[in-house]
Nanobody, 115 residues
Framework: QVQLVESGGGLVQAGGSLRLSCAVS????????LGWYRQAPGKQRDLVAV???????NYADSVKGRFTISRDNTKNTVYLQMNSLKPEDTAVYHC?????????WGQGTQVTVSS
């Protein structure tokens, strides 16, 4: 069964940190680039960070230097370490393949950054 399950969101003050986790079905994890996406209220869903199966990473300009994406091949899990959080980082965060596949979108995890 195909699954991507996000966790780790919460409420944090500006300047704080959170680490998001996404447990991924093995069949997806092994051979796909994986990404973290976010959608703020009233806005489109945007790609935040991506990591290839080989470990290469890329980031949206808005999070460069603050966020780090990583993957644990023993746990089939992809992480997003978020530091120096800003109120504009408030959104629902999702993981998916990159490019994303419609049927893989899950519930996401809410991140709220207070000023």
């Amino acid at each position: 069964q195909v699954q991507l399950v996000e966790s780790g969101g919460g409420l944090v003050q500006a300047g704080g940190s959170l680490r998001l986790s996404c447990a991924v079905s093995r069949s997806i994890f092994r051979f796909n680039a994986l990404g973290w996406y976010r959608q703020a209220p009233g806005k489109q869903r945007d790609l935040v960070a991506v990591i290839t199966s080989g470990g290469s990473t890329n980031y949206a300009d808005s999070v460069k230097g603050r966020f780090t994406i990583s993957r644990d091949n023993t746990k089939n899990t992809v992480y997003l370490q978020m530091n120096s959080l800003k109120p504009e980082d408030t959104a629902v965060y999702h993981c998916n393949t990159n490019p994303p596949r419609l049927g893989y979108w899950g519930q996401g995890t809410q991140v709220t950054v207070s000023s």
